[in-house]
């Protein structure tokens, strides 16, 4: 273990030697560590790296290209970064128990582009194909591809809808994934906002999708993963699961089972912050089938891989394979709950009534505001969350009707069950005292809000006073 001065050493060297190049980087890296120490930060897709995990993302690694895979790189000179992608590779195969794993990704939306693509590759059979003489979707010219997809149709994608609690890059119409497929998404119960796989199988039966797609940004609720697997087998499609939100969740091993999406899909992606806790990027696990067309992610569709930020997931993964890890796991389910009940005491109303998972949904029509308004107040009052639509929402995807929170963060920074009731205190006081504003016409707004600044600062200052006990980086002295 490295000792605190050795980290303070690292972070306050870092600075000093950017501070002479541009101070004003400088000022804004120091800036941003004192408003995460001060804010009570509930954005449920976001998280605190270890200090080995941040400082493994600054060294030389950066400076080096590395297009291809281990031991295959249209680069001279990659044998570390190898042993960099390696080493991740192993770590992350061992943590799900995934036959391969690709940690190439910069992000989530490009693990999924590399996940879609791959299964295009895999599942096409064609005389387009045969006629251009070429054995993989990458290799085929503009006009080749056209002609493909004019004999086959359009290529189908069933998954979660966006205000159900779904991910834009699972067919939203403005991402590119629903533009690369005729999509169609499945929702949820109206009377529960839970999943309703009977619904789901009706809606494969009639559509017949090449990829069924589970996974979700916004759903409070567990998954049966061997369910989904079944209907996607009944209708010949691949099944993919997108486990960016609840990563961290499996590899605790508080989701297994039926609850577990490795063992049931045919190919997984994920991001590696989040829940996982680790650096901002992505990764996708498959089984030997798709090794081949995965490990093709770049330059199919990503430039050259980001090293140290290989080198970065090596190191993160290798902490959650230590046993605190599920403990970290089981505490961010816990005080999740803890939340939503303190929230269901004190009169909100939450989708699903409560959560299973890492994160909350709270509905603000039920205090008279919309998403947008109940986001700025909160971060007036030194709490940051994040607007989320709502299942049916009124106010789309913009102003949204929900409030969406979560527990890694303030897990990862020590507070308990106990703290998350004073937390739950903190929203509804705020939510209860803000009111709709108006527009300068005097119609009403959906963005403008009313909320004494008084007890903004009020509750700013119960927020700085419920982190004080649980200091974030305490390691770390910038001064």
């Known amino acids: 273990m490295s000792s605190p001065n050795a980290e303070s050493t690292a972070f306050r060297s870092a600075l000093e030697v950017i501070r002479a190049v541009e101070p004003r980087i400088a000022d804004a890296i120091g800036a941003e560590l004192a408003d995460q120490r001060e804010s009570l930060k509930l954005i449920a897709s976001e998280n605190y790296a270890s200090p080995a995990t941040l400082l493994a993302m600054g060294n030389w690694f950066s400076d080096k290209y590395a297009e291809g895979t281990v031991g295959r790189r249209f680069y001279a000179g990659c044998q570390n970064v190898d042993t960099v992608e390696a080493l991740a590779a192993e770590h992350a195969k061992e943590l799900f128990g995934a036959a391969h794993a690709y940690v190439q990704p910069h992000s989530g939306i490009d693990a999924n582009l590399v996940a879609f693509w791959a299964i295009l590759a895999d599942r096409v059979e064609s005389p387009a194909l045969r006629r251009a003489q070429v054995r993989q979707v990458n290799d085929l010219t503009e006009q080749d591809w056209f002609a493909l997809r004019r004999e086959l149709g359009d290529q189908r994608m069933l998954g979660m809808s966006l205000d159900s609690g779904g991910h834009l890059t699972h067919g939203f119409r403005p991402n590119i994934s629903?533009?690369?497929?005729?999509?169609?998404?499945?929702?949820?119960?109206?009377?529960?906002?839970?999943?309703?796989?009977?619904?789901?199988?009706?809606?494969?039966?009639?559509?017949?999708?090449?990829?069924?797609?589970?996974?979700?940004?916004?759903?409070?609720?567990?998954?049966?993963?061997?369910?989904?697997?079944?209907?996607?087998?009944?209708?010949?499609?691949?099944?993919?699961?997108?486990?960016?939100?609840?990563?961290?969740?499996?590899?605790?091993?508080?989701?297994?089972?039926?609850?577990?999406?490795?063992?049931?899909?045919?190919?997984?992606?994920?991001?590696?912050?989040?829940?996982?806790?680790?650096?901002?990027?992505?990764?996708?696990?498959?089984?030997?089938?798709?090794?081949?067309?995965?490990?093709?992610?770049?330059?199919?569709?990503?430039?050259?891989?980001?090293?140290?930020?290989?080198?970065?997931?090596?190191?993160?993964?290798?902490?959650?394979?230590?046993?605190?890890?599920?403990?970290?796991?089981?505490?961010?389910?816990?005080?999740?709950?803890?939340?939503?009940?303190?929230?269901?005491?004190?009169?909100?109303?939450?989708?699903?009534?409560?959560?299973?998972?890492?994160?909350?949904?709270?509905?603000?029509?039920?205090?008279?505001?919309?998403?947008?308004q109940a986001e700025q107040a909160l971060l007036d009052s030194g709490i940051v969350t994040n607007r989320n639509a709502v299942p049916q929402d009124p106010n789309g995807a913009w102003y949204t009707s929900g409030i969406r929170v979560g527990t890694p963060a303030l897990t990862t920074r020590g507070l308990g069950t106990a703290e998350m009731d004073a937390t739950a205190e903190l929203i509804h006081t705020v939510l209860s005292q803000t009111t709709p504003g108006s527009n300068a016409d005097g119609t009403p707004s959906k963005a403008k809000y009313v909320l004494d600044p008084a007890l903004a600062d009020k509750v700013a200052r119960q927020a700085t006073d419920l982190l004080a006990t649980h200091p974030l980086y305490p390691s770390v002295t910038l001064a």
């Open 178 to 372: 629903g533009k690369m497929f005729d999509q169609r998404s499945y929702g949820t119960d109206p009377a529960t906002g839970l999943i309703d796989y009977d619904r789901v199988a009706e809606a494969a039966r009639e559509f017949r999708p090449l990829i069924l797609v589970a996974g979700y940004s916004a759903y409070p609720r567990k998954v049966n993963f061997r369910i989904m697997r079944e209907i996607a087998d009944s209708v010949g499609a691949t099944f993919m699961v997108d486990m960016a939100h609840f990563a961290g969740l499996v590899a605790g091993k508080v989701f297994t089972g039926d609850f577990d999406p490795v063992p049931h899909a045919h190919i997984v992606t994920t991001t590696t912050h989040k829940s996982l806790r680790g650096p901002r990027g992505g990764m996708v696990l498959c089984g030997p089938e798709l090794a081949d067309q995965v490990d093709r992610g770049c330059p199919m569709v990503l430039g050259g891989p980001l090293p140290h930020v290989m080198a970065a997931k090596a190191v993160a993964l290798a902490e959650a394979r230590r046993p605190d890890f599920a403990d970290y796991a089981r505490r961010i389910v816990d005080n999740a709950q803890a939340l939503a009940e303190g929230l269901l005491r004190r009169g909100a109303k939450l989708v699903t009534g409560g959560t299973d998972n890492h994160l909350v949904l709270i509905d603000v029509s039920g205090y008279g505001l919309t998403g947008r």
